[in-house]
């Protein structure tokens, strides 16, 4: 995981994570059951590729959903992973399910 890529402990550092960024932010939410865990390494490194290519330019956020429920609910997330595109704390973007760096390219390229 590239060091670029914040992972909060808890709702309220997730919180502090948006509102201290200062650009977009990319947040993917991820969990820990059995099912969920080869997707979501699988878009650990996608997520990393990103962060490195996209440095500066967003913030981005593995938020478990386990540890970070307020924000899961907030968001509406409902498996994992998933990703949001916030941009000024609102939702510009959203995916569900595994994505490749092509198509998560696209995407910030539209937003960003």
């Given at each position: 995981m590239a060091k670029r890529v914040h992972q909060p402990r808890e709702d309220a550092e997730f919180d502090f994570i948006l509102k201290m960024s200062g650009?977009?932010?990319?947040?993917?939410?991820?969990?820990?059951?059995?099912?969920?865990?080869?997707?979501?390494?699988a878009m650990d490194l996608v997520m990393s590729g990103i962060t490195d290519e996209y440095t500066g330019r967003l913030t981005a956020v593995r938020t478990d959903m386990t540890r970070c429920p307020a924000a899961t609910?907030?968001?509406?997330?409902?498996?994992?992973?998933?990703?949001?595109?916030?941009?000024?704390?609102?939702?510009?973007?959203?995916?569900?399910?595994?994505?490749?760096?092509a198509e998560l390219r696209e995407l910030l390229d539209s937003h960003l």
């Open positions: 650009v977009p932010v990319l947040a993917y939410f991820t969990g820990t059951w059995p099912k969920a865990i080869e997707p979501c390494r609910e907030r968001y509406k997330i409902t498996g994992a992973p998933s990703f949001i595109l916030l941009k000024e704390g609102e939702v510009v973007a959203h995916g569900t399910g595994p994505t490749t760096t």
